[in-house]
């Protein structure tokens, strides 16, 4: 990124702080980054909660993608109306949920992320909003199992999810859970107003394979992943099949797909 293009986000991020504080440590984090433990920042977003971060990580960035960028926001269709039933899958640490979680404060939330670390993170980031916003620690696949959490010696959040090979040898493995498992953790036959779908590539397994869950999921948004072959208009076409009403919304480097039905409900 630019100088110009990174001093522009720091300026357009400082407006969310609720504090001065919270201002400084953020300038510090993106001018001058550095491994440490978790720092606060104070979000207006949130009520002047705070959302915690890791020095040294990508964490920063998501402030801007959430809060600016409206990344975890839902699609326009059903925006403004009351959503009871969010789940977010591949939560990161939170920053989304969080935000979704303040919107909505009659809503049930779920974070699903595979990172431990992250996952963590993600808990004390909602713990403001109590027991109806929870976040589980597992990867969203289309078969359960046990899966290999792969960092491929990148820092924090970067990784993806894989299954356990045979040459896997002290590795860290995380439950895999369907999308339809997922689901119940909420209460049997439970419809979900909104599903944000971020999970590393693992999109086209969950759209193309067994995807009963589907109807049970009013809207959703699917974060595209450039790294995979599976495009933006290749995930229209298969929510399409599924029975939504699918467009694109094209944002390099990012760009989602989102689906409604029933918005009318």
């Known amino acids: 990124m630019s100088m110009p293009g990174r001093l522009g986000r720091i ?6 702080f609720s504090d001065w504080r919270s201002r400084a440590r953020y300038v510090r984090l993106r001018l001058r980054p550095a491994e440490g433990p978790p720092v606060p920042l104070r979000l207006r977003p949130l009520g002047g909660a705070p959302l915690w971060v890791r020095p ?16 975890h926001e839902p699609p326009e269709e059903v925006r403004g109306r009351r959503l009871d039933c969010i789940v977010e899958l591949g939560t990161n640490i939170g920053a989304g949920l969080a935000a979704l979680a303040a919107s909505n404060p009659d809503a049930t939330l779920l974070g699903v992320e595979a990172d431990p670390d992250n996952a963590g993170l ?35 959040t970067g990784f993806v999810v894989r299954p356990v090979g045979e040459l896997d040898r002290d590795v860290t493995t995380v439950p895999a859970r369907t999308v339809g498992q ?13 599903l944000y779908l971020d999970v590393e590539g693992a999109h086209a397994g969950l759209l193309t394979g067994d995807a009963d869950w ?15 072959s599976y495009s933006e208009a290749d995930c229209a076409r298969d929510l399409e099949r599924l029975g939504f ?8 480097p990012t760009g989602w797909t989102v689906g409604v039905r029933d918005v009318a409900a």
Do not use: M, Q
Request: proline share 3%; with cysteine.
């Open 245 to 252: 009403t699918a467009r694109v919304i094209p944002l390099e």
């Open 56 to 71: 040294g990580t990508s964490d920063v960035e998501v402030i801007f993608e959430d809060y600016v960028g409206g990344f």
């Open 182 to 194: 997922l689901l119940d953790e909420l209460g049997p036959g439970r419809v979900v107003d909104y």
């Open 214 to 228: 589907a109807t049970r999921v009013r809207s959703i948004k699917v974060s595209a992943h450039h790294a995979t």
């Open 122 to 156: 993600a808990r004390r980031n909602v713990s403001e909003f109590g027991e109806r916003c929870r976040v589980l620690t597992a990867a969203v696949w289309h078969e359960p199992g046990e899966l290999v959490v792969d960092r491929g010696g990148a820092k924090a």
């Open 11 to 16: 300026a357009r991020t400082l407006r969310l």
